[in-house]
C-alpha cells in the first residue's frame, strides 16, 4: 500500500516562507503525478499546485502564482512545495496527493483525479 507523508509544517509570519516535503517509499514514484492541496477551516479543499510525472507540465492555482512552486526529486521520491511571502488566508491543512499516470504530460487538478492522499500537514500563518 502507498503511503505518502507530508512534513515541513509550521507556524511562520505573513512574509516568509517555508517549504513542505512528500515522500513516499513506492517504487513507481516516477510514474505518478502528483499535486498539492490545501484545506482552511469551514472550506472546502483546492487545488495549490499540480506537477506531471516528468515535470514537464506544471500548474500553480492562481491565488498562489508566484508566490509557490511546485517541484519534485524522482531520485528521492519526493515532492516539494516551496511557499514564499505566505500571508494569513495561507492558513491552512496542506495535502499531497498521488495518482498513476501513464502519460508523463497527464496532471490532476482536481481532487477527484487522485487516489492516494498524504496525513495533511498544518501550516499557520500570522500576520
Known amino acids: 500500500q502507498v503511503q505518502l507523508v507530508e512534513s515541513g509544517g509550521g507556524l511562520v509570519q505573513a512574509g516568509g516562507s517555508l517549504r513542505l516535503s512528500c515522500s513516499t517509499s513506492?517504487?513507481?514514484?516516477?510514474?505518478?503525478?502528483m499535486g498539492w492541496f490545501r484545506q482552511a477551516p469551514g472550506k472546502e479543499r483546492e487545488i495549490v499546485a499540480a506537477?506531471?510525472?516528468?515535470?514537464?507540465?506544471?500548474y500553480t492555482a492562481d491565488p498562489v502564482k508566484g508566490r509557490f512552486t511546485i517541484s519534485r526529486d524522482n531520485a528521492k521520491n519526493t515532492v516539494y512545495l516551496q511557499m514564499n511571502i505566505l500571508n494569513p488566508e495561507d492558513t491552512a491543512v496542506y495535502y499531497c496527493?498521488?495518482?498513476?499516470?501513464?502519460?508523463?504530460?497527464?496532471?490532476?487538478?482536481?481532487?477527484?483525479?487522485?487516489?492516494?492522499w498524504g496525513q495533511g500537514t498544518q501550516v499557520t500563518v500570522s500576520s
Open positions: 506537477i506531471s510525472r516528468s515535470s514537464i507540465r506544471i
Open positions: 496527493a498521488a495518482v498513476p499516470r501513464s502519460s508523463s504530460l497527464s496532471i490532476g487538478i482536481r481532487a477527484n483525479d487522485y487516489d492516494t
Open positions: 513506492g517504487r513507481t514514484f516516477s510514474t505518478w503525478a
